[in-house]
């Protein structure tokens, strides 16, 4: 058995679940969020708690147990208090400035980098060498915060680029002068 997958989602009184056949509907304060269950895995709604069952031990219900739990508590936590990434900017005269909902990163190239989010994400940039990713969705928000961080990676010899809050960048000895 899935020790993940035996495990309750609580619900808050916030948050309302609702289940039509396969489709499951999670609104909240922030929004709301709809998945598709598929193969042989059922949801049971009751007492202000979500219980994830499968139908038989195959393996590809047993893989699918744990995976439709978390992302069904994903949802929940989202619905109800949302999800953010942090993301820094590190390198002379690279900076973010948000024109409309449109970010507009500097990152030493010759023009400026437009970056125009979906419509489910908002953006902050809180200091000229911050920006901030909120979503409902944990799968959008890491999506996003990663297309952001694919325009200039940190590169290991100094450290330039954009990297998650808590990324750690190896850093390379560069060369040494010959003797």
Same mark, same amino acid.
């Given at each position: 058995?899935?020790?993940?997958?035996?495990?309750?989602?609580?619900?808050?009184?916030?948050?309302?679940?609702?289940?039509?056949?396969?489709?499951?509907?999670?609104?909240?304060?922030?929004?709301?969020?709809?998945?598709?269950?598929?193969?042989?895995?059922?949801?049971?709604?009751?007492? !202000?708690?979500?219980? /994830?069952?499968?139908? =038989?031990?195959?393996? @590809?219900?047993?893989? #699918?147990? *744990?995976?439709?739990?978390?992302?069904? !508590?994903?949802?929940? /936590?989202?619905?109800? =208090?949302?999800?953010? @990434?942090?993301?820094? #900017?590190? *390198?002379?005269?690279?900076?973010?400035?948000?024109?409309?909902?449109?970010?507009?990163?500097?990152?030493?190239?010759?023009?400026?980098?437009?970056?125009?989010?979906?419509?489910?994400?908002?953006?902050?940039?809180?200091?000229?060498?911050?920006?901030?990713?909120?979503?409902?969705?944990?799968?959008?928000?890491?999506?996003?915060?990663?297309?952001?961080?694919?325009?200039?990676?940190?590169?290991?010899?100094?450290?330039?680029?954009?990297?998650?809050?808590?990324?750690?960048?190896?850093?390379?000895?560069?060369?040494?002068?010959?003797?």
């Amino acid at each position: 058995m899935s020790r993940i997958g035996k495990k309750p989602i609580e619900l808050s009184d916030k948050v309302k679940v609702t289940q039509k056949g396969k489709l499951i509907e999670v609104t909240g304060p922030n929004g709301t969020l709809n998945m598709e269950i598929t193969g042989g895995i059922s949801i049971d709604i009751k007492d !202000n708690e979500i219980n /994830v069952m499968r139908e =038989d031990d195959t393996k @590809k219900n047993k893989s #699918l147990h *744990g995976l439709y739990r978390s992302l069904l !508590n994903n949802m929940v /936590v989202g619905v109800k =208090d949302g999800f953010s @990434k942090k993301l820094e #900017l590190s *390198g002379i005269g690279y900076r973010a400035e948000l024109k409309g909902k449109n970010l507009v990163l500097m990152l030493g190239y010759s023009h400026p980098t437009v970056f125009i989010p979906p419509a489910e994400i908002t953006i902050e940039v809180p200091a000229p060498n911050t920006v901030l990713v909120k979503g409902v969705s944990k799968e959008l928000v890491g999506l996003v915060a990663a297309k952001i961080r694919s325009f200039r990676k940190p590169e290991p010899y100094k450290g330039k680029g954009i990297k998650f809050e808590n990324e750690v960048v190896r850093r390379k000895a560069g060369k040494t002068a010959a003797k």
